[in-house]
Each structure stands twice: as C-alpha cells, then as structure tokens.
C-alpha cells in the first residue's frame, strides 16, 4: 500500500520553529522528487520546497528561502521540512508529494500525503 504520513505540524508562536516529516511506504523514495506544498485558509495550494532524489539540489519559494530547509535520507525513506523563524503567514496545511523521476523526465506518477497543519499565532 502506497503511502506518504506527514507529522510535525502544531500551534507555534511568531519566530518559532518546527520540523514536518514526511515517511514513506509501499514505494522506493530514491527515484522521487520531493515536495512540500501548502494550503493556506481560503488560497491556493503552493509550492514551499523541492528536493531532487539524490539531494543534491533543492529550490524554495521566495517567501521561505533562508527560513525553510528541505532535506531527505532515501534509506528511512523520509523527507523533513525545517521551518524557522515563523510568520503568522506560514500558516496553512502542509503536504508531500513524490514525484517519480525516470532519468531526466517526470513519468507522471506521483503520489499526495494527507497534509499537516501548521499554525503560527501568538
């Protein structure tokens, strides 16, 4: 059975930080490219951070860059979200998503967690 848990998220104060997981099962993680997506109240769901299968690479949106660091160890089948210095904004439910990668070319197989939700309020 195919599946991404993520866990971590919670209430937190401005400047605070947490740590979202996200874990695999049913599915090799090595041959995927990880994402963190966030759905704000009433918005749209948005890219936060990527990951290439090997991690040697990694992008971020611009409103999270120097705060948010993806990472991901292919052999716990697990992929973290750092997420310093909290903003009231940041809040929203965040997801995974892996995106297969064959070679150079996304095959269209990918697969959603069922989110976790973040809250940064004083």
């Known amino acids: 059975q195919v599946q991404l848990v993520e866990s971590g998220g919670g209430l937190v104060q401005p400047g605070g930080s947490l740590r979202l997981s996200c874990v695999a099962s049913?599915?090799?993680?090595?041959?995927?490219?990880m994402n963190w997506y966030r759905q704000p109240p009433g918005k749209e769901r948005e890219l936060v951070a990527a990951?290439?299968?090997?991690?040697?690479?990694?992008n971020y949106a611009d409103s999270v860059k120097g705060r948010f660091t993806i990472s991901r160890d292919n052999l716990k089948n697990t992929v973290w979200l750092q997420m310093n210095s909290l903003k009231p904004e940041d809040t929203a439910v965040y997801y995974c998503?892996?995106?297969?990668?064959?070679?150079?070319?996304?095959?269209?197989?990918?697969?959603w967690g069922q989110g976790t939700q973040v809250t940064v309020s004083s």
């Open positions: 998503k892996a995106e297969e990668v064959l070679g150079a070319i996304n095959s269209g197989v990918d697969y």
């Open positions: 049913g599915f090799t993680l090595s041959v995927y490219m």
């Open positions: 990951i290439t299968p090997t991690g040697d690479a990694t």
